[in-house]
């Protein structure tokens, strides 16, 4: 049972036993980011208002 657990992770154990640190696994702020993005999508893709596009067009 420990050998089926540790074999896939091995080259892991032996880098952090050698002393390299790992990156710091932050998904939230991952996440967060990518809802910016699909925010801002969303926001740029959106029809523009008829009020809007004749002040456009007048200027």
Same mark, same amino acid.
Not at 4 to 22: D, H, K, M, S, Y
Not at 28 to 40: D, G, H, P
């Given at each position: 049972?420990?050998?089926?657990? +540790?074999?896939?992770? *091995?080259? $892991?154990?032996? $880098? %952090?036993? !050698?002393?390299?640190?790992?990156?710091?696994?932050?998904?939230?702020?991952? %996440?967060?980011? !990518?809802?910016?993005?699909?925010? +801002? $999508?969303? *926001?740029?893709? !959106?029809?523009?208002? !008829?009020? +809007?596009?004749? %002040? $456009?067009?007048?200027?």
């Amino acid at each position: 049972m420990i050998a089926a657990t +540790v074999a896939p992770q *091995w080259q $892991r154990i032996v $880098r %952090l036993a !050698a002393g390299n640190v790992e990156p710091a696994f932050a998904p939230l702020s991952q %996440l967060a980011s !990518a809802e910016r993005r699909i925010a +801002v $999508r969303r *926001w740029a893709s !959106a029809p523009v208002p !008829a009020g +809007v596009r004749r %002040l $456009r067009a007048a200027a």
